[in-house]
């Protein structure tokens, strides 16, 4: 598990005005350790290899929380997930 200041703050203002959040936050570096420091070209691999189907977990996430039942708001893809229909 992992926080970063700007999910913080929507979190926090989330909170304070009683809206559900949530996020989906893709890992690209340690910075902790010499070799983790990101890169040019360590973020080229990293988004080379991870962000379509990061982005494809999260609006898999948005549709099972719509299928449940629950409310999302402002939810429009438009893009080849879905073929740019409203889920």
């Not at 913080?8 to 570096?29: P, Q």
């Not at 990101?38 to 189907?53: F, I, L, M, P």
Request: net charge negative; glycine share 8%; charged share 25%.
């Amino acid at each position: 598990m992992a926080i970063d200041m700007e999910t913080a703050t929507i979190f926090a203002a989330g909170f304070a005005n009683h809206i559900s959040t949530g996020a989906l936050l893709l890992v690209s570096d340690q910075p902790m350790i010499p070799e983790g420091v990101k890169t040019e070209a360590s973020d080229q691999t990293v988004t080379a290899n991870y962000v379509e189907r990061h982005i494809k977990i999260g609006v898999e996430a948005l549709k099972l929380v719509r299928r449940r039942g629950r409310s999302v708001k402002h939810l429009r893809f438009e893009d080849d997930f879905d073929g740019g229909h409203e889920t």
